[in-house]
């Protein structure tokens, strides 16, 4: 036996013959032993010619050598449509056809719904043993690990691949079909590994790693450069008794129309045999392109550079903390580019690009439901500089403005909680005599609470007043125009959300934003994004007839019309039944039953009241059992109401229930959200064509007194079109599990069952627009 011998000739890429049919410095075979080679002369030649033409197919395909490359190509010496040709041409036409396959391989599509779907730059995909059932695999020929098309990628100064001979199958009789249609004919296989080394993890193709998900998932797939592998080639032989003028030939079965083997034996990538770059196999490499990537001078090509870094070693502090920042900057710059708004002064830059981003984050919220990554820059450069931030952080790479930051991105990213997290020690940090900084902190905190409040619409939660002291607290120590307008434009935001709404009050924050936004200088087009938003726009006489600028969106989003039609008044509307005439029915209201007659509700007096002088009450007995009692409002179709109400049962051993009606299309076709009277279970019913089914239940725990006051809240919280309910008692929400999501729209109203006599006060209504989903499908 002898030893196991290399040898390497330098030919534009390294051809290396490791194990068997390589050549010795007398020029003569080299063998190994190796159990896949017989030792019989007739086979061990067989199986060198073999080898040594792969090596020079794969030789030519990688240096691009045309000619020689499609002398040894079995789809090339097939072809007949350009038999006219002279050689050359028809060299090119198959070289271009090749090339043309391998592209159409390797296309980076998009795939919805998936975060880093695309963005692989060019690369294969799925090529591990891992991913071979996913729905994704393709079985990508062994030549495109070596074609132009992957190893170039447009750089002519990409370092060639390493290519080495691995081994050889002994050879083996197999039917080949030379043309669609027609019966295989018996040849000769040989099957030839090769080991192809890809140089520098900067230019290497990109792959997913190995065990990352494939399927539509939240979580950020992994690709990464693949290192080395191995690709089996077929040498086909026995071809001049089939017409061709050689007798062997490369398979090559990507061009359209190429003969292709019949039988187990395929040419291809092997599935176990990928490796991907890890920063520790050249980190001196990866430190100079960290630095080389600083000097780059477009924002294009560093983002670029510090991606693939990422790729090779995504949690990497430094290049997180200046890529994080990259990103973030440029998130910024979009966001003024998508509002239209005009900054000269670099130093307003910042604070007036994250204003227009707290308007969107809770109102359009449009920017943000373009998550599948490739969709939109701004999406893009949002999600990524979440994730750079936290690794950098992690790593202790960050200071205090970076988790200033990225608790701004918590916030747009409606996670109010998290960017409280970061924001309040900030503050509790930061020095008394910074005063600026104080102020940017505290509208920070009054902004997140905002967001909380106006996404969840908990107008009667504490943060309310919480939120506005923060905001006037930043007022009272900012210093600049930019920061009163940041923390005016809050307590805007809070007036309008206050119920009942004070006008007056509102009206003189809109002055004083007015007065603060015309002491800013070099910006332009900001002023109608602070009075035309959502949620403030239908409640300024100005704001009513501002239409903001629609940016081009992702065909997933919907039309943006929806933001500058001023929408119905009726989206906030409180019935106080004061005004009605005591012993009538409310005006307003519908009476209905199951069977469609109307039933008594009528306005009484209570002086104790949460609103007197006067209440609605039902009081009808009940003759059937289950019966069920409808008091409609009469609104236009809600699709995402919050409705609350006051309730009072009267009598200590009173039976049946009482609560919200929503999604009324009729008397037999409605949800209910009731308490019963002995005030110990919360209900959600749903009735369709007359018929009552419970969708879930939990206990309650009221507080003590008379009223209690109900909220049922139709959420769709998530942007995913499956509305649930959201229950609070007193305050106090109560999970309820239902059984199915809520199913359309419709009015609101009350409801008793089984006849309890009971009072109903202070009936609210609430609906948003930006709760409706805005993408469809939904994007997240």
């Not at 780059?296 to 560093?302: V, Y």
């Not at 369709?688 to 007194?705: F, Q, V």
Request: aromatic content about 8%.
């Amino acid at each position: 036996m002898m030893n196991r011998i290399c040898s390497r000739v330098q030919v534009g890429v390294i051809l290396g013959a490791c194990l068997l049919a390589g050549i010795d410095d007398s020029g003569g075979p080299v063998w190994a032993e190796s159990r896949s080679v017989p030792h019989s002369t007739a086979v061990a030649a067989e199986a060198q010619q073999a080898a040594q033409l792969v090596l020079r197919y794969v030789r030519a395909l990688v240096t691009q050598q045309v000619d020689e490359w499609a002398q040894h190509d079995l789809a090339c010496l097939a072809r007949t449509e350009e038999a006219s040709q002279n050689p050359e041409a028809r060299h090119r036409a198959c070289w271009e056809a090749m090339l043309t396959a391998h592209r159409n391989l390797l296309a980076n599509e998009p795939e919805p719904g998936i975060f880093e779907a695309v963005g692989r730059e060019t690369g294969f995909g799925l090529i591990h043993e891992s991913h071979r059932h996913a729905d994704f695999w393709k079985d990508y020929p062994p030549a495109l690990a070596v074609s132009p098309v992957i190893v170039y990628q447009e750089n002519p100064s990409t370092p060639l691949p390493r290519i080495e001979l691995d081994r050889v199958e002994p050879s083996r009789p197999l039917g080949l079909v030379l043309e669609p249609g027609q019966d295989p004919v018996p040849v000769t296989a040989t099957v030839v590994y090769v080991t192809i080394t890809y140089p520098d993890p900067l230019t290497a193709p990109m792959a997913l790693r190995p065990g990352e998900p494939w399927w539509a998932s939240p979580v950020a797939r992994r690709y990464g450069p693949v290192r080395k592998l191995r690709a089996r080639f077929v040498v086909v032989s026995g071809l001049r008794s089939r017409g061709f003028q050689i007798d062997r030939a490369v398979v090559n079965d990507a061009i359209p129309g190429a003969p292709r083997l019949v039988g187990p034996t395929v040419p291809g990538i092997v599935p176990d045999s990928p490796q991907w770059w890890e920063r520790d196999d050249d980190p001196v490499r990866f430190e100079t392109a960290f630095q080389e990537a600083r000097r780059l001078p477009s924002l294009e090509e560093r983002v670029r550079r510090y991606r693939r870094l990422l790729t090779i070693d995504p949690h990497e502090p430094r290049v997180n903390a200046v890529y994080g920042t990259e990103l973030y900057q440029a998130f910024l710059q979009e966001g003024l580019k998508k509002g239209r708004i005009v900054v000269s002064d670099d130093s307003l830059a910042v604070p007036v690009a994250e204003l227009y981003w707290n308007l969107q984050a809770q109102t359009w919220r449009q920017e943000f439901t373009e998550v599948a990554m490739g969709h939109s820059f701004a999406a893009d450069a949002f999600y990524g500089a979440i994730t750079a931030f936290e690794r950098a952080l992690e790593g202790r790479a960050g200071d205090d403005e970076m988790r200033r930051r990225l608790g701004a991105l918590y916030r747009w990213n409606n996670d109010a909680n998290s960017a409280l997290a970061l924001h309040e020690p900030l503050l509790e940090q930061a020095p008394a005599q910074d005063r600026a900084r104080r102020s940017q902190l505290l509208a920070d905190i009054a902004w997140d609470r905002v967001q909380w409040l106006s996404w969840n619409r908990r107008y009667d939660h504490p943060w309310m007043t919480q939120a506005r002291v923060e905001a006037e607290q930043a007022l009272d120590l900012a210093t600049a125009p930019i920061g009163k307008v940041v923390a005016g434009e809050a307590l805007l935001v809070l007036e309008a959300l206050t119920i009942p709404r004070d006008h007056a009050k509102l009206q003189d924050v809109v002055d004083r934003m007015k007065a603060w936004h015309n002491q800013l200088t070099g910006v332009t087009g900001l002023w109608t994004h602070l009075i035309g938003n959502d949620v403030v726009k239908s409640l300024i006489p100005e704001g009513m007839h501002v239409k903001l600028p629609s940016p081009q969106r992702s065909a997933e989003v919907m039309d943006t019309d929806v933001h500058w039609k001023v929408p119905s008044q009726d989206i906030f509307k409180t019935w106080h039944f004061d005004d009605d005439r005591a012993g009538a029915p409310p005006k307003g209201f519908e009476m209905l039953g199951v069977d469609g007659q109307a039933l008594p509700w009528q306005v009484v007096a209570d002086a104790h009241a949460p609103s007197h002088p006067h209440v609605v009450a039902h009081t009808g007995p009940c003759s059937t059992p289950g019966c069920l009692r409808l008091l409609l409002a009469d609104t236009r179709i809600l699709e995402l109401p919050d409705v609350i109400v006051h309730v009072r049962f009267l009598g200590s051993n009173e039976q049946g229930e009482a609560g919200i009606a929503l999604a009324a299309r009729d008397a037999a076709n409605f949800y209910a959200v009731t308490l019963d009277a002995r005030l110990t279970t919360v209900r959600i019913y749903r009735v369709k064509d007359g018929i009552l089914r419970l969708l879930g239940e939990a206990p309650i725990e009221p507080k003590p007194g008379p009223w209690h006051v109900l909220r049922a809240q139709v959420v769709n919280s998530a942007h995913v079109d499956h509305p649930l309910l959201e229950i609070y008692l007193d305050g106090r929400e109560t999970k309820v599990e239902m059984a199915e999501p809520i199913h359309g729209g419709g009015r609101i109203g009350l409801v008793t069952k089984d006849g309890p006599t009971v009072q109903f006060d202070r009936l609210g209504l609430i609906e948003m627009v930006t709760n409706r989903p805005l993408s469809k499908p939904a994007a997240y």
